[in-house]
């Protein structure tokens, strides 16, 4: 019978604990200006990006256990108030931080057409 699945054409090198090590890049290292410019242009995919409601709710969740927290160590508030607090402050920080990040990356895109010209 014809094997169906294709077979690797390099060995894995299994290690006692169960680990895999595989081979590394084997082309040729990158110079530091070839690193550079890899990141450059990284950065500048990754700031083109228009913000995401997505990602305004994770950072407005984090700042409001942050929030939640210091408040209920840091003032010794209960926690029932706390976490009250901290809800509040979830629910406004997500348009805040929405519309910030939305005022930013308009800001940089105006910048970046004004740089063309």
Known sequence: ???????????????????????????????????????????????????????????????????GVLIVLAFRRPVVSGVALAAFMFLLYIPLGYATDLAIHRFRQRRKVAARK
């Open 1 to 67: 019978m014809a094997q169906s699945k294709k077979k690797r054409s390099r060995k894995h090198r299994g290690t006692p604990a169960g680990t895999i090590e595989r081979a590394g890049r084997t082309g040729r290292p990158r110079t530091r200006d070839e690193a550079k410019k890899i990141s450059r242009e990284r950065r500048t995919q990754r700031l083109d990006k228009p913000p995401t409601w997505r990602g305004s709710i994770n950072r407005a969740a984090i700042a409001a256990l942050v929030f």
